[in-house]
């Protein structure tokens, strides 16, 4: 046992504290240094360092923020109140975080695209509709897209925070007399506050550390944040830079996240009862049509319409133009010197297809990699005894949730592109896709397995002790039986998120493991918008497939549909 | 085994990858692998004097080539090299020249050896640094050897020159460029409507600004002719080119990320009052397919931009060394007149051959006649970092 422990300890050291540390040492290496001066002292901070970090903060405050404030709404109206169509929405509000976020961004920019920076137009504009610069480009497109994408995470949260409220409670304010918003405020917003900080942070922490919206939508118009500098800077080779950014950027999503899971997740109620009925739906009387429009309306344009107009204008001869008719070229089409510099459609473009065979081997084995990581983790953390160890595993399991995927991915090749002890080197290769894959969702994974690990009583595992079964026997044979139908779902969210993640292996990637995520990116900053749209639209399809697989597995996700 | 002692193993596991891996940042910091010539010197030796015909039957003996190019047109030299030699499979990668850079920088370091050649631009870098340790190395096939002006084989071989030139829709200004000095790009009536490439991003970008720096002198001389006064340089700008980069940022650039972007917005018919940018010229070629109207400003003052050379180079330890020098051939042309199947990609307005036999294509301004300045790498190396710093104050 205390062996596997310090096993999975050194794992987790190898995962994800010997990238950070070796972030941190290359800045302070000479160049290093002059790197710190450069970006934090020089001429060049204002625009390299002050700039981005108030756009980045702003992104990440607006996000949190927004996302939160609709997610919630949205989850009140399905759970707590008589709105029509409550299952409908509550299953297209779960579909916005399952689509990569630079396909909500390439949907804006195919509807939005406006004159300003030249070159095609987006449907509006095509249309005839005038759209302003504010809205094509820079901040408020950046956030609106982010919101979009990271309010159904807190609609989830929040939705299962108030489908557990106990009705008992809300019947006994009730009965002494409070109204409708006193009930609210004095009972249910208390209990479930701890759900809506969390999701807060969490938006907060999405918005800070994303790449695709500010690269798609901000860059155009020089709208910069710390994800899109440091990617900039290490791109062009001025990789010292971007380290100095990257450890920046962590100490700012860490910083923030830690301050704020300090300040909001301290209260919490112990509720004396068992859980008890459902207590009545709010009524909402005349407002239950508007609020079903309006919550379909929001759900469509978020959950359908990108989806749509991503696929709609992948079949587009001109980009954005009805008037230039349809084609399936850059889908079918074979290799023409006339269109898109003799690329083929992508159904027949080799390195297409050779991009989606390593992207979903490589979702295949990080969910492979993640899962077993998660569930040893999670036995670790319930059967170990040594604290300290446990301690260890929890903090490095949980890290890299501050780590935005862009800044991880720096650490890791800071960290793998040379021999290091006895690995080799492994930049380039697969491998480091797949290490760096898994130590980007092990807060995930390791979550999904302390949960399934925890409903596996220890009585079982005695019995089998008594009977002189060994660690690897006990595991084999009651452990991960049990553990297999969570952990299944668990890994087919982890194969989501990394085939459609394009912020991690953005910096990873070479172009002999190409990914359908940075391939789409490439086109889409290359101006073939058609090939871009045609691939996210794979990748959502592949994404919503998989989850919807994975919510069949695990019908406990959605506990507040159980009742209706 | 005691509890002390395996706290001990644990935390001294722990410590040591963080011992590691500070003494490997410290010890080592990056850059600086030495090439390892010697025992790689006496094969490619041979290989480089080989004859055709022993070059094709080694390359099928190889069986793929893997190329690192600067243009999307690596698809159309595959299809025609597919053709020519059935058997070989080239695998084309499009990767801008920075980003090869930093590519073939950070896969030589990890010893990663998976690229064959380079088709890349970017000369003053490339020569700089990857030729100079060893990264990339020349390669002239013998039968071209005096069909090459000699500025154009070494350090490395260059099959064609390209360009980054202001462009213009023809459609919508029938009569000609509507820009006619470079510094009319920093007055009002062009205010939001000038488009580049961030030269932060494609150093063939930064290279033109770094040219435009060091043509301080003729963009004084460009100013007074425009405005009739001697340029007063603004507060910490030391020279005329820093100074009208400064203006154009100041008057509204519009910084894209590729130059297919660009041409776009420039090119794309229709337009009422289209903007003007910094582009490659032949991509003119693209004008019909494309539906743009792209044409070079080549009479604009002081200078239209900058030509530079397209080179191709053998990338250190090629795993295809024979189908690597195979390529390298193949993209020089054969022996008809336009250079056939392998230069065809080329053979288009605004690419100019450095093959002295390939016959200059007949819808482009001349080679003489082209007014843009020819970049120094060497001495452009020298100030580019200083003038991307600018520029990063800018931006």
Same mark, same amino acid.
């Given at each position: 046992?205390? /062996?596997?422990?310090?096993?999975?300890?050194?794992?987790?050291?190898?995962?994800? /504290?010997?990238?950070?540390?070796?972030?941190?040492?290359?800045?302070?290496?000479?160049?290093?240094?002059?790197?710190?001066?450069?970006?934090?002292?020089?001429?060049?901070?204002?625009?390299?360092?002050?700039?981005?970090?108030?756009?980045?903060?702003?992104?990440?405050?607006?996000?949190?923020?927004?996302?939160?404030?609709? =997610?919630?709404?949205?989850?009140?109206?399905?759970?707590?109140?008589?709105?029509?169509?409550?299952?409908?929405?509550?299953?297209?509000?779960?579909?916005?975080?399952?689509?990569?976020?630079?396909?909500?961004?390439?949907?804006?920019?195919?509807?939005?695209?406006?004159?300003?920076?030249?070159?095609?137009?987006?449907?509006?504009?095509?249309?005839?509709?005038?759209?302003?610069?504010?809205?094509?480009?820079?901040?408020?497109?950046?956030?609106?897209?982010?919101?979009?994408?990271?309010?159904?995470?807190?609609?989830?949260?929040?939705?299962? #925070?108030?489908?557990?409220?106990?009705?008992?409670?809300?019947?006994?304010?009730?009965?002494?007399?409070?109204?409708?918003?006193?009930?609210?405020?004095?009972?249910?917003?208390?209990?479930?506050?701890?759900?809506?900080?969390?999701?807060?942070?969490?938006?907060?922490?999405?918005?800070?550390?994303?790449?695709?919206?500010?690269?798609?939508?901000?860059?155009?118009?020089?709208?910069?944040?710390?994800?899109?500098?440091?990617?900039?800077?290490?791109?062009?080779?001025?990789?010292?830079?971007?380290?100095?950014?990257?450890?920046?950027?962590?100490?700012?999503?860490?910083?923030?996240?830690?301050?704020?899971?300090?300040?909001?997740?301290?209260?919490?109620?112990?509720?004396?009862?068992?859980?008890?009925?459902?207590?009545?739906?709010?009524?909402?009387?005349?407002?239950?049509?508007?609020?079903? =429009?309006?919550?379909?309306?929001?759900?469509?344009?978020?959950?359908?319409?990108?989806?749509?107009?991503?696929?709609?204008?992948?079949?587009?001869?001109?980009?954005?133009?009805?008037?230039?008719?349809?084609?399936?070229?850059?889908?079918?089409?074979?290799?023409?010197?006339?269109?898109?510099?003799?690329?083929?459609?992508?159904?027949?473009?080799?390195?297409? /297809?050779?991009?989606?065979?390593?992207?979903?081997?490589?979702?295949?084995?990080?969910?492979?990699?993640?899962?077993?990581?998660?569930?040893?983790?999670?036995?670790?953390?319930?059967?170990?005894?040594?604290?300290?160890?446990?301690?260890?595993? #929890?903090?490095?399991?949980?890290?890299?949730?501050?780590?935005?995927?862009?800044?991880?991915?720096?650490?890791?090749?800071?960290?793998?592109?040379?021999?290091?002890?006895?690995?080799?080197?492994?930049?380039?290769?697969?491998?480091?896709?797949?290490?760096?894959?898994?130590?980007?969702?092990?807060?995930?994974?390791?979550?999904?397995?302390?949960?399934?690990?925890?409903?596996?009583?220890?009585?079982?595992?005695?019995?089998?002790?008594?009977?002189?079964?060994?660690?690897?026997?006990?595991?084999?044979?009651?452990?991960?039986?049990?553990?297999?139908?969570?952990?299944?779902?668990?890994?087919?969210?982890?194969?989501?998120?990394?085939?459609?993640?394009?912020?991690?292996?953005?910096?990873?990637?070479?172009?002999?493991?190409?990914?359908?995520?940075?391939?789409?990116?490439?086109?889409?900053?290359?101006?073939?918008?058609?090939?871009?749209?045609?691939?996210?639209?794979?990748?959502?399809?592949?994404?919503?497939?998989?989850?919807?697989?994975?919510?069949?597995?695990?019908?406990?996700?959605?506990?507040?549909?159980?009742?209706? | 085994?005691?509890?002390?002692?395996? /706290?001990?193993?644990?935390?001294?596991?722990?410590?040591?990858?963080?011992?590691? #891996?500070?003494?490997?940042?410290?010890?080592?910091?990056?850059?600086?692998?030495?090439?390892?010539?010697?025992?790689?010197?006496?094969?490619?030796?041979?290989?480089?004097?080989?004859?055709?015909?022993?070059?094709?039957?080694?390359?099928?003996?190889?069986?793929?080539?893997?190329?690192?190019?600067?243009?999307?047109?690596?698809?159309?030299?595959?299809?025609?090299?597919?053709?020519?030699?059935?058997?070989?499979?080239?695998?084309?990668?499009?990767?801008?020249?920075?980003?090869?850079?930093?590519?073939?920088?950070?896969?030589?370091?990890? =010893?990663?050896?998976?690229?064959?050649?380079?088709?890349?631009?970017?000369?003053?870098?490339?020569?700089?640094?990857?030729?100079?340790?060893?990264?990339?190395?020349?390669?002239?096939?013998?039968?071209?050897?005096?069909?090459?002006?000699?500025?154009?084989?070494?350090?490395?071989?260059?099959?064609?020159?390209?360009?980054?030139?202001?462009?213009?829709?023809?459609?919508?200004?029938?009569?000609?460029?509507?820009?006619?000095?470079?510094?009319?790009?920093?007055?009002?009536?062009?205010?939001?409507?000038?488009?580049?490439?961030?030269?932060?991003?494609?150093?063939?970008?930064?290279?033109?600004?770094?040219?435009?720096?060091?043509?301080?002198?003729?963009?004084?001389? #460009?100013?007074?002719?425009?405005?009739?006064?001697?340029?007063?340089?603004?507060?910490?700008?030391?020279?005329?080119?820093?100074?009208?980069?400064?203006?154009?940022?100041?008057?509204?650039?519009?910084?894209?990320?590729?130059?297919?972007?660009?041409?776009?917005?420039?090119?794309?018919?229709?337009?009422?009052?289209?903007?003007?940018?910094?582009?490659?010229?032949?991509?003119?070629?693209?004008?019909?397919?494309? =539906?743009?109207?792209?044409?070079?400003?080549?009479?604009?003052?002081?200078?239209?931009?900058?030509?530079?050379?397209?080179?191709?180079?053998?990338?250190?330890?090629?795993?295809?060394?024979?189908?690597?020098?195979?390529?390298?051939?193949?993209?020089?042309?054969?022996?008809?007149?336009?250079?056939?199947?392998?230069?065809?990609?080329?053979?288009?307005?605004?690419?100019?051959?450095?093959?002295?036999?390939?016959?200059?294509?007949?819808?482009?301004?001349?080679?003489?006649?082209?007014?843009?300045?020819?970049?120094?790498?060497?001495?452009?190396?020298?100030?580019?970092?200083?003038?991307?710093?600018?520029?990063?104050?800018?931006?």
């Amino acid at each position: 046992m205390a /062996l596997l422990s310090a096993g999975v300890g050194a794992i987790l050291c190898l995962l994800v /504290l010997a990238p950070l540390v070796r972030l941190v040492a290359v800045t302070l290496t000479p160049d290093g240094l002059r790197a710190w001066q450069e970006v934090a002292a020089s001429e060049l901070s204002r625009n390299l360092l002050w700039r981005p970090i108030v756009n980045t903060l702003a992104i990440g405050l607006a996000v949190g923020a927004g996302a939160t404030l609709l =997610g919630s709404a949205l989850a009140w109206l399905v759970v707590l109140t008589d709105v029509p169509g409550r299952r409908l929405i509550g299953v297209l509000a779960s579909v916005p975080f399952i689509l990569p976020s630079f396909a909500v961004a390439l949907a804006w920019e195919a509807a939005f695209r406006n004159g300003r920076v030249g070159g095609h137009v987006g449907l509006l504009q095509n249309l005839g509709l005038a759209v302003p610069d504010w809205i094509a480009w820079g901040i408020v497109p950046v956030v609106a897209t982010l919101i979009v994408h990271y309010y159904s995470l807190t609609f989830a949260l929040v939705a299962a #925070a108030l489908a557990a409220v106990n009705a008992d409670l809300l019947e006994a304010g009730a009965m002494t007399g409070a109204s409708q918003a006193r009930l609210m405020g004095g009972i249910t917003l208390p209990l479930v506050l701890p759900a809506v900080v969390a999701a807060a942070l969490l938006g907060f922490a999405e918005g800070v550390s994303n790449f695709a919206a500010p690269a798609i939508l901000g860059l155009p118009v020089r709208f910069h944040t710390l994800s899109t500098r440091l990617f900039g800077a290490i791109s062009i080779g001025q990789v010292e830079r971007g380290y100095v950014l990257s450890v920046i950027l962590i100490a700012v999503a860490g910083a923030l996240l830690l301050v704020g899971t300090r300040l909001g997740g301290r209260r919490s109620f112990a509720v004396i009862t068992g859980k008890g009925s459902r207590y009545a739906r709010v009524r909402l009387g005349r407002w239950r049509w508007p609020a079903c =429009g309006a919550a379909l309306a929001i759900c469509g344009l978020t959950a359908v319409a990108p989806g749509v107009t991503l696929l709609a204008s992948s079949f587009l001869h001109q980009p954005g133009a009805f008037a230039g008719g349809w084609t399936t070229h850059y889908w079918l089409g074979p290799s023409s010197p006339e269109i898109a510099q003799g690329q083929p459609g992508i159904l027949r473009n080799p390195q297409v /297809l050779h991009a989606a065979g390593t992207t979903l081997g490589l979702g295949a084995a990080v969910a492979v990699a993640a899962t077993v990581l998660g569930v040893a983790v999670g036995y670790c953390l319930a059967r170990s005894r040594v604290r300290w160890l446990t301690g260890l595993i #929890a903090q490095l399991s949980y890290l890299p949730i501050l780590l935005p995927g862009i800044a991880l991915g720096a650490a890791f090749i800071a960290q793998f592109a040379r021999p290091l002890g006895p690995l080799p080197p492994l930049y380039g290769t697969f491998a480091i896709l797949v290490v760096a894959g898994a130590a980007y969702t092990l807060p995930f994974a390791s979550q999904a397995g302390r949960a399934a690990v925890a409903q596996v009583s220890t009585d079982l595992e005695e019995a089998s002790l008594m009977a002189g079964a060994t660690l690897p026997r006990r595991f084999v044979a009651i452990v991960a039986p049990l553990v297999a139908r969570g952990m299944l779902a668990a890994a087919a969210l982890v194969f989501v998120k990394i085939v459609r993640d394009l912020s991690l292996m953005l910096l990873l990637m070479t172009p002999t493991t190409p990914l359908l995520s940075v391939v789409a990116f490439r086109y889409a900053s290359e101006g073939f918008v058609q090939f871009a749209n045609a691939i996210t639209t794979v990748v959502v399809a592949i994404s919503v497939g998989v989850t919807w697989l994975a919510r069949r597995l695990q019908r406990s996700t959605q506990p507040w549909m159980d009742h209706d | 085994m005691t509890d002390v002692r395996r /706290l001990c193993r644990v935390v001294c596991g722990r410590w040591a990858w963080v011992v590691v #891996a500070l003494v490997v940042a410290v010890a080592a910091p990056l850059g600086h692998h030495a090439p390892r010539a010697g025992a790689q010197s006496r094969p490619t030796d041979s290989l480089d004097r080989m004859d055709r015909q022993a070059l094709v039957a080694a390359a099928r003996a190889e069986g793929s080539v893997v190329v690192y190019s600067f243009t999307s047109r690596i698809a159309a030299v595959e299809r025609a090299f597919e053709a020519a030699y059935p058997g070989i499979d080239m695998v084309g990668f499009d990767i801008s020249s920075t980003e090869q850079i930093a590519r073939i920088r950070a896969e030589q370091q990890a =010893g990663i050896f998976r690229v064959d050649v380079a088709y890349i631009s970017d000369a003053p870098v490339v020569f700089g640094e990857l030729v100079r340790r060893g990264l990339l190395e020349p390669y002239v096939p013998p039968d071209f050897a005096n069909r090459i002006p000699a500025q154009y084989q070494r350090p490395l071989l260059a099959n064609r020159i390209s360009t980054k030139v202001l462009m213009y829709n023809e459609d919508a200004n029938p009569t000609g460029p509507p820009v006619h000095n470079l510094w009319e790009l920093t007055t009002p009536r062009w205010r939001g409507k000038v488009i580049t490439v961030d030269p932060l991003v494609r150093g063939d970008y930064l290279d033109l600004m770094t040219e435009i720096v060091l043509r301080s002198d003729e963009m004084e001389r #460009a100013y007074r002719l425009l405005f009739g006064r001697p340029l007063v340089l603004g507060p910490g700008i030391k020279t005329a080119g820093e100074q009208w980069i400064r203006d154009l940022y100041a008057n509204g650039l519009i910084v894209l990320k590729s130059t297919d972007a660009v041409n776009a917005a420039i090119g794309a018919r229709g337009q009422v009052a289209p903007p003007v940018g910094f582009s490659t010229y032949s991509d003119r070629r693209d004008n019909a397919r494309r =539906g743009w109207a792209l044409q070079i400003a080549n009479a604009v003052v002081p200078s239209p931009g900058i030509t530079f050379p397209a080179l191709l180079g053998l990338v250190r330890r090629a795993p295809h060394p024979a189908a690597a020098r195979l390529a390298i051939t193949f993209m020089l042309g054969d022996d008809s007149p336009t250079g056939g199947p392998g230069y065809e990609p080329f053979y288009v307005p605004g690419d100019y051959a450095t093959r002295r036999d390939i016959v200059p294509h007949p819808d482009a301004v001349p080679f003489a006649q082209l007014r843009a300045w020819r970049i120094d790498p060497v001495r452009s190396f020298e100030r580019r970092q200083q003038v991307a710093d600018f520029i990063l104050r800018l931006q």
